[in-house]
């Protein structure tokens, strides 16, 4: 349903501190034009969010007068195209909306961009445009009285952003402690819960399907052990999947060498549309000698779903090979899992910014299969934690719900709840809180 807020600016047309009107910036068919767009957005988002209107003169003093639009100008300015420029010229990237309006005695129609503000860290320019003058690289642009999109450089700019970034997270900061004190809601309905254990079976199936075909006991079957992580996030705007699928391989979070939901273009490992799912199977069409710990099974859903099946890097050959004693065989690491679930959970996150919002609740649960004389174990002597706790059941899961929101305030403790149920199945070990805070602090400042 048009926003009568949006249709007043569009009666009123008029450029201010959040309104921006552009020309059809010839349907966004040239990296210069999409540049030019990027630096409003990336403007807009610093001063708190707002509009960009297309389809009219830019020349103010002559009243923004409408402009037909010239062949597939009008068609260029897709959610797909919009998100594109975003991610190609803006960083952190942000998720902006589009829709159709008309002036209420005209008969063109407009694309008007909805902006959300930057609410976290301020937003910059990620690359030089190819003019080399409308966006350098690394700048953060505010609006200004006026209209006009600049950099930021003085004192009182500064201030201003600085500000209204710190309130945002105040008010975040207060909104995860009333969800904690006082919740007014279920993460997971009934309903919900039994489709997100539907997708968890469905996802079961589909690997067991591309498996089918090795003989019981091949290696990459994982049936030594292997652990599988499943999300939902809800509500989740569900993106074209060939969008989806062109951002997830381009600019997904990169917390270590090999993060989830690896994208490989070799060999047949290529992810592949199943419908409205996104699939992968690391291993190649004629490629049965994979390495079994590099051989991951990842699905992931337009409607914010989410499947990995990862080899347990503890049954590596060469695990801890260079600690004398060797660490124990088949072992559960004490550092690992809190690594690959915060990865996981900073995944869930950006997911989360780019096609929900923060408001968006989300479920996570983790499933280690293998488990049943497990012990736990160090692979490297950075801490000094106890070894040898066993296991004693073959799977161990758990779950946690929130927030997207919430994650960057709550990472720890998120991980904490996550993890601890599991590590008390090893003889009731119990997961210390500053290690998890010291690995979670290595994830979140690893740099490529």
């Known amino acids: 349903m048009p926003d009568p807020r949006v249709q007043q600016l569009i009666d009123q047309l008029g450029e201010t501190e959040f309104v921006e009107v552009k020309n059809w910036l010839g349907g966004l068919a040239e990296r210069d034009e999409q540049a030019r767009l990027a630096k409003e957005i990336i403007a807009l988002a610093n001063s708190g969010g707002g509009y960009v209107i297309l389809g009219f003169t830019d020349d103010e003093g002559q009243g923004h007068q409408p402009i037909e639009p010239q062949q597939n100008e009008a068609t260029g300015f897709t959610q797909d195209n919009i998100s594109a420029a975003v991610h190609r010229y803006c960083t952190p990237a942000i998720q902006c909306g589009v829709e159709l309006y008309r002036q209420a005695d005209g008969d063109i129609d407009h694309p008007v961009i909805q902006v959300p503000a930057a609410n976290r860290v301020p937003v910059f320019a990620a690359r030089q445009s190819p003019d080399n003058r409308t966006l350098t690289n ?63 079976e469905t996802s079961r199936t589909a690997r067991n399907e591309v498996l089918a075909d090795l003989p019981d006991g091949h290696p990459l079957r994982l049936q ?153 174990t160090l692979h490297r002597l950075r801490y000094m934690m106890p070894r040898g706790a066993m296991a004693h059941q073959e799977s161990i899961s758990s779950e946690i719900s929130g927030h997207i929101g919430e994650i960057a305030l709550n990472t720890e403790e998120m991980i904490q709840s996550l993890l601890r149920p599991v590590f008390a199945q090893f003889d009731f070990a119990d997961l210390p809180r500053q290690l998890v805070e010291n690995i979670v602090q290595d994830v979140v400042g690893f740099r490529q």
């Open 138 to 200: 690394g700048t953060v642009y505010v609006r200004r009285p006026g209209g006009n999109s600049e950099p930021c450089r003085t004192q009182d700019d500064w201030e201003r952003l600085l500000e209204r970034l710190v309130h945002s997270r105040q008010d975040e900061l207060m909104n995860a402690i009333r969800n904690v004190l006082n919740p007014d809601h279920e993460f997971a309905p009934a309903a919900e819960e039994e489709a997100f254990d539907n997708w968890v």
């Open 224 to 376: 030594d052990g292997h652990y599988e992580v499943a999300f939902s996030i809800n509500p989740f705007q569900e993106p074209d999947i060939a969008e989806l699928n062109r951002n997830l391989a381009q600019n997904r979070p990169r917390h270590s060498g090999w993060a989830p939901f690896v994208c490989l273009h070799s060999n047949g490992m290529a992810p592949r549309p199943m419908g409205d799912v996104i699939q992968a199977w690391l291993v190649g069409e004629e490629e049965r000698d994979r390495d079994p710990f590099y051989s991951d099974f990842w699905r992931l859903s337009a409607s914010g779903d989410g499947y990995l099946a990862r080899a347990m890097q503890e049954d590596e050959p060469d695990f801890g090979a260079n600690l004398a004693p060797r660490p124990y065989r088949p072992g559960f690491d004490w550092e690992l899992p809190i690594y690959r679930m915060t990865e996981m959970l900073k995944l869930i996150e950006w997911l989360g910014l780019n096609y929900a919002s923060a408001e968006s609740a989300f479920q996570l649960r983790v499933t280690y299969h293998g488990m049943n004389g497990r012990r736990l």
